[in-house]
Antibody, heavy 121, light 107 residues
Framework: EVQLVESGGGLVQPGGSLRLSCAAS????????MSWVRQAPGKGLEWLSY?????????YYAESVKGRFTISRDNAKNSLYLQMNGLRDEDTAVYYC?????????????WGQGTLVTVSS | DIQMTQSPSSLSASVGDRVTITCRAS??????LNWYQQKPGRAPKLLIS???SLQSGVPLRFSGSGSGTDFTLTISSLQLEDFATYYC?????????FGQGTKVEIK
């Protein structure tokens, strides 16, 4: 069974930093393409970032987080990360990691349960 | 960026009803179109990819169609467990944008 478990969320002040982690099991992580998607409270889904399984990795970001967030992976630890710097109030959301599969690089077929990030003073 | 517009934003339906949700892309995305179901407090679930390919384990009452810019998700006979919010998403070009969602409520 594929499991993706996010951690690292919490309360942070505007301008602060957080590092989210996503621990993967039940899949071959090293050959999996991965993504982060977020959902602000009561709002819709927002795609954030993608990382390929190649070396060097192909990486994409949404404009809303480009230059502030960094996606990375550690295949030895079966883990995906999202380093978030310069956090803003509008970054408050549940952050989901997901495995990318199928047509295109946006399709997420397995999702974690999400971790809540709250940016507030 | 490709804009994805879903309609309606919400609908009320009864068990057994046929339900249709539409999604329009602001430019041609061929069949790079996914549909997700999300229930309150839960992660989204992929129902359909590549516009019409049903994911394993998804009931056959769900179907997707369309290509180019116009797409449809159909639930042939609505069940209690189908009351949820549905999102379309294009996987053609970065950023891989989602529609605003369609909330399916009990009439």
């Amino acid at each position: 069974e594929v499991q993706l478990v996010e951690s690292g969320g919490g309360l942070v002040q505007p301008g602060g930093s957080l590092r989210l982690s996503c621990a993967a099991s039940g899949l071959t992580f090293s050959t999996s393409r991965m993504s982060w998607v977020r959902q602000a409270p009561g709002k819709g889904l927002e795609w954030l970032s993608y990382i390929s399984n190649s070396d060097p990795a192909t990486i994409y970001y949404a404009e809303s987080v480009k230059g502030r967030f960094t996606i990375s992976r550690d295949n030895a630890k079966n883990s995906l990360y999202l380093q978030m710097n310069g956090l803003r109030d509008e970054d408050t959301a549940v952050y989901y990691c997901g495995r990318v599969s199928g047509l295109g690089r946006g399709t997420v077929d397995y999702w974690g349960q999400g971790t809540l990030v709250t940016v507030s003073s | 960026d490709i804009q994805m517009t879903q309609s309606p934003s919400s609908l009320s339906a009864s068990v057994g009803d046929r339900v249709t949700i539409t999604c329009r892309a602001s430019q041609i995305i061929t069949t790079y179109l996914n549909w997700y179901q999300q229930k309150p407090g839960r992660a989204p679930k992929l129902l359909i990819s590549a516009a019409s390919s049903l994911q394993s384990g998804v009931p056959l009452r769900f179907s997707g169609s369309g290509s180019g810019t116009d797409f449809t998700l159909t639930i042939s006979s609505l069940q209690l467990e189908d009351f949820a919010t549905y999102y379309c998403q294009q996987s053609h070009s970065v950023p891989y944008t989602f529609g605003q969602g369609t909330k399916v409520e009990i009439k």
